[in-house]
């Protein structure tokens, strides 16, 4: 199937220091596509993949799972690390989620992290019923464009297949035994109000990280896909000044055409 237009990946050639960009679950790029441009244009070399299954159709997604997500953020990974002295991974949801998973595996590889509002859990108790209604039903309404932002809009899927669902469901719980492994620097930023993950979400991700260099700024004015709401530019300037501080060699080389 093609790729929606404004779904694609993002990738920019920049300096040696380089960041990791994981869109969220059903979403696509083009949640972090201007996340990745504001980095790009400060001279950071970015890349922004397309998780496998998503970006097309939701019936692309159904036969895909977990492992397939984590590889593809994997490979975008050992790709940058090639490329760049100093590697930050960062995502929005199930993507900061993958970012997590990225940390705890790769150590030293990875200079530090940047979430928003992180995915810890599937919630409620249609969460107990997947492994048994996945094969009843196909689909359940979706959870794209949470946002407080007149206008914004984000390109996802209008259902979540429940196949897939269940697969992100044990990738979280795999994850939360994981996050001790996770001894980075650590920036979270997470909405006051989020109509998809709840604060308790990223409240588990702090309780159970090993950083011990870790900031948590509340966003004040955006729902769930705060990338593209009204504290996206709070985002884009406190992710720098992070990847800044722990990287002082970001901005003193020159910007790159690329993209």
Known sequence: MPVLPGAE?????????????????????????PWAEHHAAHGLTVSLPLLPGHGTRWEDMQVTSWQDWYAEVDRALRTLSERCSRVFVAGLSMGGALALRLAARHGERVSGVVVVNPANKVHGLSA??????????????????????????????DRVPLHAAHSLRVFLRRLDVELP???????LLRSAQDHVVPAADSARVLSRVSSTDVTETVLEHSYHVATLDVDADRIFEESLGFMGRLAPSLGKEGTAAGG
């Open 128 to 157: 107990y019923a997947l492994p048994v209604a996945r094969h009843l039903v196909r689909t359940t309404k979706g959870i794209a464009s949470d946002i407080a932002k007149e206008g914004a809009a984000e390109l996802g899927y």
């Open 181 to 187: 492994q996770v001894t980075q620097p650590l920036l």
């Open 9 to 33: 990946p993002y990738r920019h050639e920049g300096g040696e220091v380089g960041v990791l960009l994981c869109h969220g679950f059903t979403g696509s790029p083009q949640s972090l596509r």
